[in-house]
């Protein structure tokens, strides 16, 4: 079974930075996206930053040039540097992979979510 393992979060001051971490591990094939999502206490998940496997990469418009995705395929792991970091960044910070794993001798979709790291903002 394919599990995501977030790493990273804490409470930051304002201006400071933190390194999320994403480790996908469990029989995993390929991963063709990764994303970062989070939600904000009352709010609706919002899609923070995407990457493909070939290293596209997507942003929320609120995070770009503070917020940087990159991944690191040979150890099936993503990570989200957030600099510049501001009260309403705070959030719990979700990771989603998709990709194919083993079944057998063959392989199968999944889509797998990461159980959520606490991201909290202030001084």
């Known amino acids: 079974q394919v599990q995501l393992v977030e790493s990273g979060g804490g409470l930051v001051q304002p201006g400071g930075s933190l390194r999320l971490s994403c480790a996908v591990s469990g029989g995993v094939f390929s991963i063709t996206a990764m994303v970062w999502y989070r939600q904000a206490p009352g709010k609706e998940r919002e899609l923070v930053a995407s990457?493909?496997?070939?290293?596209?990469?997507a942003y929320v418009d609120s995070v770009k040039g503070r917020f940087t995705i990159s991944r690191d395929n040979a150890k099936n792991t993503a990570y989200l540097q957030m600099n510049s970091l501001k009260s309403e960044d705070t959030a719990v910070y979700y990771c989603n992979a998709a990709g194919r794993r083993w079944i057998g001798s063959g392989s199968a979709p999944f889509d797998a979510w990461g159980q959520g790291t606490q991201v909290t903002v202030s001084s």
């Open positions: 990457i493909t496997s070939v290293g596209s990469t």
